[in-house]
């Protein structure tokens, strides 16, 4: 599918579009998501020695608190509906979740009641996509405390190990740590398992280091891979998940014959203030998939030499089984290799 999202920054518009496709197996469920974003955004508040050799943190200067427009990365994320719980989400989408204007420039995400929860795959391009991960986060009824509950009711989910955390000293001055051979960035992002101790001589006024160090996650918080890419001015994230967790603050994809609906979001340079689409999206799985490969018989001896496959059996001519109706053949490559792939 291809879904409209509006309303974020930097955005032309406000608005770009969200191409959707999604995939299954017996273990896991893929999605590919695909949207115009003309630059790629990684430069997320890194550290640049001043003229002084003092070093500062770059940041937005319209930012009121949390809401950085400018030197921060670009996200994507999917809004889950963990058992229809979420009311009215099925048909109105995120926006029952969305609170604007209480207390943060770009408002507050929690649900209604207690015991309607959504599952949340955030994507981060600096923070968890180099090293393979989405921030799995899920959403509850938490009311916006500025000490007890800065977000409202977006929150992680439990982890064992990795993660990402800011790279500075204990009094916030300087960075702690630096890229390999403390070579000025690019990359925006230290990998904890490459880090070296910062060493302030290596440096030039100008010059910026990465602001975070990121580490692949394990645990519930680290369910969900991922794969990217941006090129073009396009980028294409890869998702992937096993269709069930076993966790309570995860979607689970147990029942195939049910639909599930979602919303999607796309942050373009912002810390929240992302394009979303209206309405609600649906997941569905296809039947024909759910049967597996194990009745699909193989090509046979006599098809040697023969390039084509479509011209015989779409019309089930020279007594050739036609194309099944439970899988669409017309939109599958006519030639044998093709085919070979399932008929081996």
């Given at each position: 599918m291809v879904v409209s999202v509006a309303n974020g920054a930097n955005l032309p518009g406000g608005a770009t579009s969200v191409s959707l496709r999604a995939l299954y197996d017996d273990k896991s469920v893929y999605v590919l998501a695909q949207w115009a974003d003309k630059t790629q955004s990684y430069r997320r508040a890194p550290w640049q020695k001043q003229a002084d050799g003092t070093w500062k943190k770059l940041s937005d200067p319209n930012d009121l608190g949390g809401d950085s427009n400018l030197v921060y990365e670009d996200k994507l994320a999917l809004l889950w509906n963990i058992n229809d719980s979420i009311k009215s989400f099925n048909q109105v989408g995120c926006l029952v979740t969305c609170h604007p204007g209480e207390t943060k420039p770009f408002g507050n995400k929690y649900t209604a009641a207690d015991g309607?929860?959504?599952?949340?795959?955030?994507?981060?391009?600096?923070?968890?996509?180099?090293?393979?991960?989405?921030?799995?986060?899920?959403?509850?009824?938490?009311?916006?405390?500025?000490?007890?509950?800065?977000?409202?009711?977006?929150?992680?989910?439990?982890?064992?190990?990795?993660?990402?955390?800011?790279?500075?000293t204990a009094d916030k001055k300087l960075p702690a740590f630096a890229l390999p051979d403390n070579k000025p960035a690019p990359p925006y992002w230290l990998l904890d398992s490459e880090k070296v101790a910062f060493d302030n001589s290596k440096y030039q006024p100008g010059d910026e280091v990465p602001s975070i160090i990121i580490a692949p996650m394990t645990g519930d918080r680290g369910d969900i891979s991922s794969a990217q890419l941006w090129r073009d001015g396009i980028w294409t994230v890869e998702l992937s998940r096993?269709?069930?967790?076993?966790?309570?603050?995860?979607?689970?994809?147990?029942?195939?014959?049910?639909?599930?609906?979602?919303?999607?979001?796309?942050?373009?340079?912002?810390?929240?203030?992302?394009?979303?689409?209206?309405?609600?999206?649906?997941?569905?799985?296809?039947?024909?998939?759910?049967?597996?490969?194990?009745?699909?018989?193989?090509?046979?001896?006599?098809?040697?030499?023969?390039?084509?496959?479509?011209?015989?059996?779409?019309?089930?001519?020279?007594g050739a089984p036609k194309f099944p109706t439970t899988v669409n053949h017309a939109l599958f490559e006519d030639n044998n290799k093709f085919c070979g792939t399932c008929h081996r």
């Open positions: 309607e929860l959504g599952d949340i795959w955030h994507w981060k391009s600096v923070r968890t996509g180099p090293v393979g991960n989405v921030d799995d986060q899920y959403l509850d009824n938490t009311r916006y405390d500025k000490d007890k509950a800065p977000e409202a009711g977006r929150k992680s989910d439990a982890k064992t190990s990795g993660g990402y955390s800011d790279n500075q096993k269709l069930d967790t076993g966790s309570k603050t995860d979607i689970q994809f147990t029942d195939l014959k049910k639909s599930y609906y979602f919303g999607v979001a796309v942050f373009d340079n912002a810390q929240v203030r992302h394009a979303w689409n209206s309405g609600a999206l649906k997941l569905t799985f296809s039947p024909a998939a759910s049967s597996g490969l194990t009745t699909v018989k193989a090509l046979p001896a006599n098809h040697a030499g023969r390039t084509t496959c479509k011209v015989c059996h779409e019309a089930g001519a020279a």
